[in-house]
């Protein structure tokens, strides 16, 4: 009789075959939006580009009494930048391969992979396009100075798994009511379009508004990136420990939702809605 023996495999051999879908899942969701990977991210340094020139003629018109004593352009990129990456990968992730997608339906997919995917796809195009989109700067307009580089690249990855760990918790809900969570996750995203403090100082505003904007863990780090990136700017009304501790409860509830509606996840949940 015939056996098949059985293949001894080291400890290391399932991380690193996890690791190896998620790579091909991530170039796979680099390139989905535009077929191209290299049009993807032109067109995202574009977006960029042109948003950090809209905010810079709005505040401009409306006035610079906020604005930190230093490189203007560079105050106005040090929010965009943060919040597109924070908004962007809450967006992507919440809108990954569902539980009950055709991708599922292939042996080494599971929607822990196809999380990770979207958030290191969102990853790769937003600090590609900022660290582009800074370099043109640096080279053709006027060189810039970062107080704390490495301070500026941890808020930078707070902001982005911040925003990967929110799109998670809506990840985790949307088989339930996607129309719902889909509103939740679009009016989050505009209202922090002025909520995130891009626009201002949270050292220059009032108690009063002060209330209005603390409650979001990206107002904080915009904020305090503010802190690495200028030398005379030092946050007082903002924290590093708020956002991290927001995350921190936001990840165990959306993982403990990620596998609970993974175990009761129907094909028939979109029929007749």
């Known amino acids: 009789m015939f056996r098949i023996e059985q293949k001894r495999r080291g400890l290391l051999s399932a991380p690193a075959r996890t690791l190896e879908v998620i790579f091909h899942a991530t170039v796979r969701e680099a390139r ?6 290299v049009m993807g ?11 950090v020139a809209a905010f810079y003629v709005l505040m401009n018109f409306v006035g610079r009494s906020a604005a930190i004593r230093g490189d203007f352009v ?18 992507a992730v919440a809108g990954s391969e569902g539980p009950t997608s055709q991708m599922m339906k292939h042996a080494p997919m599971n929607p822990v992979i196809a999380l990770s995917a979207s958030a290191f796809a969102a990853l790769y195009t937003q600090l590609l396009s900022a660290a582009v989109v800074l370099y043109i700067y640096h080279a053709a307009v006027q060189p810039i100075t970062i107080e704390d580089p490495v301070g500026m690249m941890a808020m930078f990855l707070l902001a982005w798994a911040s925003g990967a760990i929110f799109g998670m918790v ?17 009016l989050y995203q505009r209202v922090n379009m002025l909520a995130s403090g891009k626009m201002f100082l949270a050292n220059t505003l009032p108690a009063m508004m002060l209330a209005m904007f603390d409650w979001n863990p990206l107002f904080h780090i915009i904020d305090q990136t503010r802190g690495f990136v200028f030398l005379n700017y030092t946050p007082h009304n903002s924290s590093i420990t708020y956002p991290v501790v927001v995350s921190a409860v936001a990840f165990v509830i959306g993982l403990m939702g990620v596998f609970y509606t993974r175990i009761y996840a129907s094909a028939s949940w979109g029929v007749g809605r």
């Not at 040090?78 to 809450?90: E, P, V």
Request: proline share 4%; charged share 5%; net charge positive.
């Open 32 to 37: 989905k939006g535009s077929g191209n990977a």
């Open 41 to 51: 991210l032109i067109m995202n340094i574009l977006q960029t580009v042109l948003l």
């Open 74 to 91: 560079l105050y106005v990129m040090s929010g965009i930048f943060l919040f597109l990456t924070h908004t962007k990968t809450m967006g």
């Open 170 to 186: 809506a990840y985790a809900f949307m088989p339930w009511n996607p129309r719902l969570v889909g509103l939740l996750v679009m």
